[in-house]
């Protein structure tokens, strides 16, 4: 039996690294989150009011999820200014997060921080190294719209019970507006070049993009309800439930080796973690989110799904080039809701705040995360300090089936009889997609 | 000296337990970042370039160390950084004090435990998972650490500066200039005249968090006590004299009063000011003698509202400077056995 550890893999967070036991037979790959996630040894004792700032230790998502799941703990609406402003967070940290797996994929051919690129990477108005440029100065200005927004980038502190704390200055206005149009520019150009050289030639991802994950269930939020949509490996809707059930339909299995546990549907029970997708796995995220095949409400970004769908088929997609066109689909919508969003009316108004009266005892929220459906689940006692929280984080609910796009990665590149570094690059270019 | 000829600094960074936001950080520099390779090489950075350990040479000049410690690997890596590393730098509140993760070591230890893995011996070709330590630790704890870049994460302008200053040290006037006008003024002094700053500085301000906050302060009573999501003045007055328990007092500055600048308390990600042996006592004391009252049961009442004092006043620092619950710092005799062995 032979065994090769990849430690660590690129571009992983929670870090990540996987191991591959050759025994005769087909490879075994087992890919383990390697940092534990104590969420509720931190958060329990805490008053209630501070877990949106506690929670974004696992993602700037988390903070706007928790200040959504303490409006409904204290039994409050927040005005419409505070909805758009935390709804406008939210599509920054999209644009940012998107964008900056873009910039991975880029930087995946050289070090980003090599001196001398090779010369074809550098010519001619596409060249690599101007584009990661741009993107790079993007992602700056993504963040920049974040942290207007949300006070700091990462670890955002201005979304809290019943709206939030900053009110924008006529500056914030006037940038937040400038950011937008900018980002949208941007995405449009760095779509074309996404489908002219990467997408359609497989530029960098090469025979990565083949690899498929499918045919896998998927969760993601209905657009206009407070409710969760599951759906099988067709695409087909098996059930729609309001998200206050997410437990009672997720469970979370341990593994001895993660420090991460594995979501599966409560339904089809868990059966162990296998080469192939089992029964009661499901994922989320940007792919989860286009699966159901319905239109998108900006035009840009419909734009996108349709070239997607007359490229690749029909929705549900797995494979890996959808799960990178996936991130441009909502890159532009991103970008779109941002610029309709960033008006001075929409995010201006006589109140920020609806102040609560009383703490309440539970609440709970779900929210669609850059990197997919995230949920918490708080209750209090009646000082309102923190007695039980459950969350649902991306790296619990797509545990599973990383492992299962790091299996066939391995097994793709050994049927081609490619090294172990190449096999590691496939990997990773793979996993980023989802 | 023409540029090809240089010998570029070795620069490692890592994150142990934590999130990725201190790496994201430094990836986030916006142009900066693409100067990043024109006077540093980046050797070992498993997040970005996926440097297996095997690769980290034994002559790393400055390595970045985020995170908190809370498994046998975490301590590894750690050890194994500085033994290999000229310069340790702990970069984040997680490496410097502890921060978030150091919250699990107040939680009831009678206390089921959340969904844990169970240590299994790896078999049937399962490979193990780093175990936990009994606690999270912050770096200084482990290994001892040259200097501490705080904040959660820490402010752009000053990570920035940091590294310029660290790296770019005797090479460059144009960078060190830059990095010594973001610096407080001793660490630019030293790094202005071509030394480096003593030993355990802590790269941010002089002074209070109070110092820098923009907020008005008018007289200091504290004759309520609210909570954050109670009715409150968001912008114009200090949010300790209305009543919130606000940490600006006790931290260190060096964020330009970011988080009170958009209407929320400061819960002190930079540490304690400079002179303050523990910034709970320091709070306590700082709230207590400004009761407005100085009849027991008003003060009773005042102090009932007070919820989680402990999880509020070291929020990011349990690990590292809670006096009663802190472990000592790190010996500089602690070894490696990845490299011993």
């Known amino acids: 039996m032979s065994r090769v550890t990849f430690d660590s893999l690129r571009w992983r967070d929670p870090p990540a690294r996987a191991t591959v036991t050759v025994d005769g037979g087909p490879p075994r790959v087992r890919l383990q989150m390697t940092t534990p996630r104590e969420v509720a040894a931190m958060c329990v004792g805490r008053p209630v009011e501070e877990l949106p700032r506690i929670l974004s230790i696992l993602s700037p998502a988390h903070h706007l999820c928790a200040a959504k799941a303490l409006d409904r703990l204290f039994g409050i609406d927040p005005p419409p200014a505070a909805k758009n402003t935390r709804e406008a967070l939210r599509l920054a940290l999209v644009f940012r997060h998107h964008l900056r797996k873009f910039h991975f994929l880029a930087s995946s051919v050289e070090s980003p921080f090599a001196e001398f690129w090779p010369e074809g990477a550098r010519r001619g108005p596409h060249g690599l190294r101007p584009l990661l440029e741009d993107v790079m100065r993007h992602v700056s200005l993504a963040q920049e719209a974040a942290a207007i927004l949300g006070g700091r980038a990462d ?52 025979d990565v993009r083949e690899i498929d994950a499918g045919p896998v269930s998927s969760l993601a939020l209905a657009p206009d309800a407070d409710s969760v949509v599951l759906r099988d490996g067709r695409g087909a809707e098996v059930e729609r439930f309001a998200s206050a059930a997410l ?14 546990p594995f979501a599966v549907l409560e339904a089809k029970g868990s059966q162990g973690q296998g080469a192939a997708p089992a029964e009661g796995l499901f994922f989320v995220g940007p792919l989860a989110r286009l699966n159901g095949g319905e239109p998108l409400a900006t035009p840009l970004a419909e734009s996108e799904r349709k070239r997607l769908v007359e490229a690749l088929g029909p929705f549900p997609r797995f494979e890996v080039v959808a799960g990178y066109w996936a991130l441009l689909i909502e890159l532009l919508s991103a970008a779109e809701g941002l610029v309709a969003l960033c008006e001075v009316e929409k995010l201006t108004g006589p109140a920020l705040r609806t102040i609560p009266k009383a703490p309440g005892r539970e609440g709970h929220a779900a929210i669609e995360s850059p990197q997919g459906l995230i949920y918490q689940h708080f209750r209090a006692d009646e000082r309102g300090v923190v007695e039980e929280v459950r969350v649902l984080d991306t790296a619990t609910a797509n545990n599973a089936l990383f492992g299962i796009v790091a299996q066939r990665a391995v097994e793709t590149s050994l049927a081609r009889e490619q090294g172990w570094d190449e096999t590691k690059k496939r990997m990773e270019l793979a996993l980023l997609a989802y | 000296m023409n540029r090809g000829d240089r010998q570029k600094k070795k620069l490692a960074v890592y994150t142990a337990t934590g999130c990725r936001a201190c ?93 844990a893995p169970t240590m299994d011996a790896p078999d049937d070709g399962k490979p193990a998972v780093p175990a936990l330590e009994p606690e999270a630790m912050c770096l200084s704890q482990v290994v001892p650490v040259d200097y501490f870049v705080p904040g959660c994460p820490p402010t752009q302008n000053l990570l920035w500066a940091a590294v310029l200053a660290l790296v770019c040290r005797g090479e460059s006037p ?10 407080p003024e001793p660490i630019a002094e030293a790094i202005a005249s071509g030394v480096l700053p003593p030993r355990g500085t802590i790269f941010a301000g002089e002074k209070a968090v109070c110092g820098s906050c923009s907020r008005v302060k008018e007289e200091k009573k504290f004759g309520t006590c609210k909570r954050p999501y109670e009715a409150y003045q968001e912008t114009g007055r200090c949010l300790l004299e209305q009543g919130l328990v606000c940490q600006g007092v006790a931290t260190q500055e060096g964020c330009g009063g970011l988080c009170t600048g958009v209407g929320v308390p400061c819960r002190g990600c930079f540490g304690k000011a400079p002179a303050i042996f523990d910034p709970g006592a320091k709070m306590v004391a700082a709230i207590s003698s400004t009761f407005d009252s100085a009849k027991a049961e008003e003060i009773a009442g005042l102090v009932d509202g007070f919820v989680d004092l402990a999880g509020t006043l070291y929020r990011y620092s349990v690990p590292a400077q809670c006096s009663l619950l802190a472990a000592p710092a790190a010996t500089p005799d602690q070894g490696c056995d990845r490299c011993r062995g």
């Open chain 1, 155 to 206: 670890h955002p502190v201005t979304a809290v019970a019943g709206g939030v704390t900053r009110a924008l200055k006529q500056e914030h206005h006037v940038r937040l507006a400038e950011i937008a149009v900018a980002c949208r520019t941007f995405a449009e150009r760095l779509g074309a070049y996404l489908r002219d050289r990467i997408f359609s030639l497989g530029e960098i991802l090469g």
């Open chain 1, 247 to 260: 437990f009672d339909k997720v469970g979370l299995a341990q593994e001895s080796w993660s420090h991460v």
């Open chain 2, 23 to 115: 790496e994201q950080g430094i990836l986030d520099l916006n142009y900066e970042v693409n100067e990043l390779g024109r006077f540093a090489d980046p050797v070992f950075w498993p997040y970005v370039l996926g440097t297996p350990w095997e690769a980290l040479p034994g002559d790393v000049d400055v390595a970045l160390f985020a995170g908190a410690i809370r498994t046998a690997a975490d301590r590894e890596a750690a050890l194994s950084l500085r033994e290999k590393s000229q310069l340790l730098v702990a970069v984040g509140a997680c490496a410097a004090f502890g921060g978030l993760p150091g919250l699990a070591n107040l939680a009831d230890s009678a206390a089921p435990a959340e969904a």
């Open chain 2, 174 to 183: 144009s960078r060190l200039s830059y990095a010594a006008a973001r610096l």
